[in-house]
């Protein structure tokens, strides 16, 4: 069965510090790479996806992704996060063979410092 | 916008009764879902439906079921409400049938505390 690790549970940093977070999944097929986010309180909602083309691909409110094929990853960048960055971060995998099924990682809490 | 409504923010439930999570969307999405969260483990599928009146298991489908009369309605059924299932229950959706690309959006959750 195809798994989706995220490598840090939780990471606290300063505003202006730069983030990664780190996404690995097992399946070797073709697959729909997504990072949903969860603000304090909120519904968990999409923050950006890969799906072909460029390997590095840019979402909402700064941040950006690249997908390494030959590594399976897919890590989760900002260059200099923000007091409202705080939330929880989930990686999500969809096996193309698989429909419409996601598997997501354990998520990492970010917390970031004033 | 999207909105995907869980019926209940809390829930507590003793030990054997049996409960409804219920869900309810606004878009005509065909697909829906049902998903645990629990911290360090993420999002867990439990069950999820293409369509009126059909279902599939997820990865952890084992003491719930689901029931979907409705296109707009996914029902999440604990036949025995157990300790382990407390967690906080997530309904999301899609539109475009099975194989669909678009991304999934998510109720605000229902937390389930079963003692």
């Known amino acids: 069965a195809q798994s989706v690790s995220q490598h840090n549970h939780h990471v606290i940093l300063s505003e202006a510090a730069s983030l990664e977070l780190g996404c690995n999944y097992s399946?070797?097929?073709?697959?729909?790479l997504f990072w949903y986010v969860q603000y304090p309180g909120q519904h968990l909602q999409l923050l950006l996806k890969?799906?072909?083309?460029?390997?590095l691909v840019k979402g909402i409110k700064g941040f950006e992704a690249e997908f390494i094929k030959s590594k399976f990853s897919f890590n989760l960048r900002k260059p200099s996060v923000q007091w409202s960055d705080t939330a929880e971060y989930f990686c999500?995998?969809?096996?193309?063979?698989?429909?419409?099924?996601?598997?997501f990682g354990g998520g990492t809490r970010v917390l970031v410092k004033p | 916008d999207v909105k995907v409504t869980q019926s209940s923010r809390y829930l507590v439930k003793r030990t054997g009764e049996k409960v409804f999570l219920e869900c309810v969307q606004d878009m005509d999405h065909e697909n829906m879902f049902w998903y645990r969260q629990d911290p360090g483990l993420g999002l867990r599928l439990i069950y999820f439906?293409?369509?009126?009146?059909?279902?599939e298991k997820g990865d952890i489908p084992e003491g719930y079921s689901v029931s979907r009369e409705k296109k707009e309605r996914f029902s999440l059924i604990l036949e025995s409400a157990s300790t382990n299932q407390t967690s906080m229950y997530l309904c999301a959706s899609t539109p475009g049938g099975r194989g669909t690309d678009s991304p999934l959006h998510f109720g605000n959750g229902t937390r389930l505390t079963v003692t």
């Open positions: 999500a995998v969809k096996q193309k063979a698989a429909g419409n099924k996601l598997t």
């Open positions: 399946y070797g097929g073709t697959v729909n």
């Open positions: 439906s293409y369509d009126v009146k059909m279902k």
């Open positions: 890969y799906f072909s083309g460029d390997p």
